[in-house]
């Protein structure tokens, strides 16, 4: 069983959620690859995805609604599942909000959609990026909560190999 795990981060928090979810897999006896979705060129061999993007201005990356775009066919053939890095507090566990997964993806069969809480560090950020994060009412600190993505990455082992 070989996952494809992309993430599209600016600032290492979705990183740093697509590390701890591919560490638990991997304890978990699953393979698999994590990867920048702007370079893949090809998933074939991939048997599941798990597709990861922080969240600016209430979009996912160009990069990762693009790869959802360039892979839209590959994808609709294969178990998938999507994580949103953010700091505002959407309901968890539901495609509810298409600004932010994007349309795109949202013509996939996402078996699980999940908004986990990310980081905001000013020192991290220049200057224009820490005006629209604070008027965006964003509060200093680090609520990555990796009990919350290992329970999640659990519930996607339990699916992949029935255990
Ligand atoms: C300029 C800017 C815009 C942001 N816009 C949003 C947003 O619309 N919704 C949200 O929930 N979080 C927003 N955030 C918070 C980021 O999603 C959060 O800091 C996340 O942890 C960033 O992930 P990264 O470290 O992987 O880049 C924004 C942050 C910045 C700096």
């Given at each position: 069983?070989?996952?494809?795990?992309?993430?599209?981060?600016?600032?290492?928090?979705?990183?740093?959620?697509?590390?701890?979810?591919?560490?638990?897999?991997?304890?978990?006896?699953?393979?698999?690859?994590?990867?920048?979705?702007?370079?893949?060129?090809?998933?074939?061999?991939?048997?599941?995805?798990i597709l990861g993007s922080?969240?600016?201005?209430?979009?996912?990356?160009?990069?990762?609604?693009?790869?959802?775009?360039?892979?839209?066919?590959?994808?609709?053939?294969?178990?998938?599942?999507?994580?949103?890095?953010?700091?505002?507090?959407?309901?968890?566990?539901?495609?509810?909000?298409?600004?932010?997964?994007?349309?795109?993806?949202?013509?996939?069969?996402?078996?699980?959609?999940?908004?986990?809480?990310?980081?905001?560090?000013?020192?991290?950020?220049?200057?224009?990026?820490?005006?629209?994060?604070?008027?965006?009412?964003?509060?200093?600190?680090?609520?990555?909560?990796?009990?919350?993505?290992?329970?999640?990455?659990?519930?996607?082992?339990?699916?992949?190999?029935?255990?």
């Amino acid at each position: 069983m070989r996952i494809l795990l992309t993430s599209s981060s600016r600032h290492g928090s979705t990183d740093e959620i697509a590390s701890v979810i591919a560490e638990h897999l991997r304890a978990g006896g699953l393979e698999v690859d994590v990867k920048r979705p702007e370079a893949v060129d090809d998933v074939e061999g991939y048997d599941a995805f798990i597709l990861g993007s922080a969240i600016y201005m209430t979009h996912w990356t160009q990069e990762a609604t693009d790869f959802t775009k360039r892979f839209l066919m590959q994808l609709s053939t294969k178990p998938v599942w999507a994580f949103s890095v953010g700091l505002s507090g959407l309901p968890q566990g539901k495609i509810s909000d298409p600004q932010r997964i994007g349309p795109v993806l949202l013509s996939l069969d996402v078996k699980n959609h999940v908004t986990f809480a990310g980081r905001f560090d000013p020192t991290r950020l220049n200057l224009r990026e820490r005006t629209i994060a604070r008027l965006g009412g964003a509060t200093e600190g680090d609520n990555v909560d990796a009990e919350a993505v290992r329970a999640w990455a659990d519930t996607i082992r339990a699916e992949l190999t029935g255990a």
